[in-house]
């Protein structure tokens, strides 16, 4: 790869007071072309465009610096810190006639690793880190969206994931913009993007994001793709004419519960058909809800915050099965069956919150949001974790996780006190008192 | 507990170089260029490879001169490939290198499903045989009509006509386009042709990357919309002309 920074070297700019200093290129596409790079001992990524790209886009810095300026919706998104042109006596060491511009961002850590990793099956990741991992990421788009702004270009090629949390990263936040404000020059990749921007009746907007967004959110699920079944099928080079049928115009959701033409092949694409089971009709349904009628209705497409309330949701159903200890998401009160081994799942210890139903499994988390219905669902402060006890994995806890001690009302009326980060057997257990409100265990 | 062991189906994205071998091409290190260059390609093609999981890639290659010879004859997964170097000698069989490619992309051995193939000519003279008819041979092929077919220039002798028939119809226009010859005048810009079809046209054909608005260069027909072309990136050696020849 020939690199348009000037490797080893630095750089002075316009906006910095102190040089920067190319440390190394850390990767190249058709955009640009990313280098770490040091500015004042501390270590940054710095993401310069090729003319090229520059030329297509003239609304490139202006979406930059007002994105800047907003600072990042949440802390899941590589936002760009700041704009960056070279000074006069810098332009000579840019490789590139016309010397451009670049933005800085944080570096990726290095244990965010690519979301095509998942999908193409290289990655060892729980049930429950994808679970969150796509929490995440609609709870990002969920504060995109609620600020006005659009993403536009949401794919598997943007998101980073954390396999052993399920926390995740997004990047290249170059098109995002107020919705609706510019037509942009992106229109996104296709087979993330709505049908509707494939066929060039719409630009990419906030109605799109949706579609791209329960795109993914069933890529990461199934490590498969909602539109190919029985149609991909019937195409012997999948090239542009042929993609434009599939995901334009003449789509259909594999599992269309009233069409099953254009069902997965049993041979073909096995991914669907196994892992497809493992869901709750709740999660399920918003998948329908914008793969049906939201393929041609915009409007219709389930909401970042349908997702969220979901996903949370079916978190909170995860249990195990007691034969292959697979991870299971039985609907609530039913009985069912593991989807991986087939055993009759056995019952388990539930907690009662004011406002949900949590299962005794290990790891699964209680959250505000359980006791307050007005908060907003998250994972990422949990008052308290279900623990297996270290020496008998059959004794289900509840550690204390908040920085308050609780009361623990016993079956026989004795109370006795749990202080934080301790963890109390589940089994004799009544109710937990807590200051976010009480937890009944459910037998 | 971890999720269940199954992987995003793909179908396999086919690369092939043909590669001239004349006798021309040893003059001014050439051979060692282009060797060199698809070297140096490599690593990249193996990342892109491993970024695309609806994609298998598998490369392939054939060199031409007084015959016409498969020089990788299996298609082989990118990560597995030693490129073992071409050595030039002899005259431009170009024409029984398409036919020899037009065998391939029969099926079989073709896949019944596939991506776009990819195919690269790479030559810095005129084919010494019947050209016409090699041509003809492969575009009577389906997955040949439905391949991306790309040709790099060597040097200032290469056939820019039998290219251009070779890579179809031209596009009009001026200025550098990806559906006309790519003129590589000296080693570094051979690299950069070679390290672009190798990744973003492999990242074009197998898909994910994301589109613009079209430009005149991206909605020319084709199986796929061309990626732009590397930047014109100026060389401290540009000045001093042809490096190699």
Same mark, same amino acid.
């Given at each position: 790869m020939t690199w348009i920074l000037p490797l080893g070297e630095t750089l002075q700019m316009e906006e910095l007071s102190s040089?920067?200093?190319?440390?190394?290129?850390?990767?190249? *596409?058709?955009?640009?072309?990313?280098?770490?790079?040091?500015?004042?001992?501390? /270590?940054?990524?710095?993401?310069w465009y090729l003319p090229a790209c520059l030329a297509r886009d003239p609304q490139l810095a202006r979406r930059l610096s007002a994105s800047i300026r907003a600072t990042a919706p949440n802390q899941d998104f590589l936002w760009p810190i700041a704009l960056l042109h070279p000074t006069a006596t810098s332009r000579a060491q840019i490789r590139c006639r016309d010397a451009g511009f670049g933005y800085l961002m944080d570096l990726r850590p290095a244990d965010y690793v690519g979301a095509h990793e998942h999908v193409a099956g290289r990655l060892e990741i729980s049930l429950r880190s994808v679970l969150r991992a796509c929490f995440f990421l609609a709870d990002a788009f969920h504060a995109l969206h609620l600020r006005g702004l659009c993403y536009k270009d949401i794919s598997l090629g943007n998101l980073f994931l954390q396999p052993?949390?399920?926390?995740?990263?997004?990047?290249?936040?170059?098109?995002?913009?107020?919705?609706?404000?510019?037509?942009?020059?992106?229109?996104?990749?296709?087979?993330?993007?709505?049908?509707?921007?494939?066929?060039?009746?719409?630009?990419?907007?906030?109605?799109?994001?949706?579609?791209?967004?329960?795109?993914?959110?069933?890529?990461?699920?199934?490590?498969?793709?909602?539109?190919?079944?029985?149609?991909?099928?019937?195409?012997?080079?999948?090239?542009?004419?042929? &993609?434009?049928?599939?995901?334009?115009?003449?789509?259909?959701?594999?599992?269309?519960?009233?069409?099953?033409?254009?069902?997965?092949?049993?041979?073909?694409?096995?991914?669907?058909?196994?892992?497809?089971?493992?869901? #709750?009709?709740?999660?399920?349904?918003?998948?329908?809800?914008?793969?049906?009628?939201?393929?041609?209705?915009?409007?219709? &497409?389930?909401?970042?915050?349908?997702?969220? &309330?979901?996903?949370?949701?079916?978190?909170?159903?995860?249990?195990?099965?007691?034969?292959?200890?697979?991870?299971?998401? #039985?609907?609530?009160?039913?009985?069912?069956?593991?989807?991986?081994?087939?055993?009759?799942?056995?019952?388990?210890?539930?907690?009662?919150?004011?406002h949900g139903e949590v299962i005794a499994a290990p790891d699964n988390e209680l959250h505000p949001h359980h006791f307050d219905a007005l908060l907003p669902e998250s994972l990422l402060t949990p008052l308290a974790r279900v623990e297996a006890h270290p020496g008998d994995a059959t004794i289900m806890g509840v550690r204390n996780l908040s920085t308050e001690p609780w009361s623990v009302e016993l079956l026989d009326g004795a109370v006795v006190p749990l202080q934080p980060q301790k963890t109390c057997n589940l089994a004799p257990v009544r109710r937990l008192t807590t200051p976010a409100g009480a937890i009944t265990v459910l037998r | 507990m971890p999720f269940p062991n199954v992987r995003l189906a793909n179908r396999p994205l086919h690369f092939l170089y043909l590669c001239d071998c004349s006798g021309s091409m040893a003059a001014q290190g050439k051979m060692q260029a282009l060797n060199q260059a698809i070297r140096q390609s490599l690593p990249g093609m193996t990342e892109v490879a491993r970024q695309n999981p609806e994609a298998r890639l598998l490369v392939r290659a054939v060199r031409f001169a007084d015959q016409a010879h498969w020089h990788i004859a299996e298609p082989t997964p990118v990560e597995q490939l030693s490129w073992i170097d071409l050595e030039a000698g002899g005259v431009t069989a170009m024409g029984e290198a398409l036919e020899l490619v037009a065998a391939a992309l029969q099926t079989p051995p073709m896949e019944e499903r596939a991506l776009p193939p990819v195919l690269v000519?790479?030559?810095?003279?005129? #084919?010494?045989?019947?050209?016409?008819?090699?041509?003809?041979?492969?575009?009577?092929?389906?997955?040949?009509?439905?391949?991306?077919?790309?040709?790099?220039?060597? *040097?200032?002798? /290469?056939?820019?006509?039998?290219?251009?028939?070779?890579?179809?119809?031209?596009?009009?226009?001026?200025?550098?386009?990806? &559906?006309?010859?790519?003129? /590589?005048?000296?080693?570094?810009?051979?690299?950069?042709?070679?390290?672009?079809?190798?990744?973003?046209?492999?990242?074009?054909?197998?898909?994910?990357?994301?589109?613009?608005?079209?430009?005149?260069?991206? /909605?020319?027909?084709?199986?796929? #919309?061309?990626?732009d072309l590397p930047p014109t990136v100026l060389d401290p050696t540009d000045d001093v002309g042809p490096l190699v020849w």
């Open positions: 040089p920067i200093r190319i440390l190394r290129a850390l990767g190249g *596409g058709t955009q640009g072309q990313v280098f770490a790079v040091e500015v004042d001992g501390e /270590a940054l990524a710095l993401k052993g949390s399920g926390r995740i990263l997004i990047c290249d936040n170059d098109n995002v913009d107020v919705d609706g404000r510019d037509p942009g020059s992106v229109l996104g990749t296709p087979g993330f993007m709505a049908p509707e921007v494939l066929l060039g009746q719409a630009r990419p907007g906030a109605d799109s994001d949706l579609f791209s967004l329960a795109v993914l959110i069933f890529r990461l699920l199934t490590r498969h793709d909602p539109l190919r079944g029985q149609r991909e099928l019937a195409i012997r080079c999948l090239d542009e004419p042929a &993609r434009r049928r599939l995901y334009g115009e003449d789509p259909l959701f594999i599992f269309d519960p009233a069409d099953p033409s254009n069902r997965p092949d049993p041979i073909e694409h096995t991914a669907a058909l196994i892992t497809w089971p493992i869901y #709750p009709e709740r999660l399920k349904g918003l998948f329908e809800q914008t793969f049906c009628r939201g393929l041609r209705q915009p409007s219709l &497409r389930a909401l970042t915050g349908q997702w969220r &309330r979901a996903l949370s949701i079916t978190l909170d159903q995860r249990q195990l099965c007691r034969a292959c200890g697979q991870e299971v998401f #039985p609907e609530p009160q039913c009985a069912g069956t593991c989807w991986s081994c087939g055993s009759p799942l056995q019952p388990v210890l539930r907690l009662q919150l004011a | 000519l790479i030559s810095d003279g005129q #084919p010494t045989d019947d050209f016409d008819r090699g041509l003809r041979t492969l575009l009577r092929q389906p997955w040949a009509q439905k391949a991306v077919r790309l040709a790099i220039a060597l *040097g200032h002798d /290469a056939d820019l006509e039998v290219l251009q028939q070779f890579i179809g119809q031209d596009p009009g226009g001026s200025g550098r386009s990806a &559906r006309r010859p790519l003129q /590589a005048g000296n080693a570094t810009s051979l690299a950069q042709y070679i390290q672009w079809a190798s990744t973003a046209v492999v990242n074009a054909a197998s898909m994910p990357a994301s589109r613009m608005v079209p430009s005149a260069e991206t /909605a020319a027909p084709g199986p796929i #919309p061309l990626p």
